[in-house]
């Protein structure tokens, strides 16, 4: 019986970027720069959206490198699971990812986002996986 042949169609329709084969940063690089302005994600709903639900800190190590990728990837709206500021120390600044986030209409308390809930974008759901 042959192999089952794993099926990329749900991760090519979140952007194609043209390549034959998109790596999994790449990948992940596509969904963050669809979070809109003045929303937030967590590492797990991209891995989700991605077909990998347990691959949440791959995902935050896409962003710890997001800084020095183009098109620019907006970072700073990739938060944890409970909406706080895991990844900001990986910027310039301790407090840069937080005024990122203020600059955008985000509240952000003791490295929290106010009303996470309000503010979550799931992927998965606003992309139509």
């Known amino acids: 019986m042959p192999a089952k042949k794993k099926s990329s169609a749900k991760l090519k329709s979140v952007k194609p970027s043209g390549k034959r084969e998109e790596s999994f940063f790449e990948l992940v690089y596509e969904v963050a720069r669809q979070i809109p302005k003045g929303r937030v994600t967590s590492y797990g709903a991209i891995a989700a959206c991605l077909g990998t639900n347990l691959s949440a800190r791959m995902v935050g190590w896409a962003m710890n490198g997001a800084g020095r990728v183009k098109p620019k990837v907006p970072a700073h709206r990739v938060v944890n699971r409970k909406g706080m500021l895991s990844g900001k120390h990986h910027f ?31 992927p998965a759901e606003e992309l139509g996986f």
């Open 92 to 122: 310039k600044t301790p407090n840069a990812m937080e005024n990122l986030l203020k600059k955008e209409g985000i509240k952000v308390k003791n490295d929290t986002v106010v009303d996470f809930d309000k503010k979550f974008w799931a």
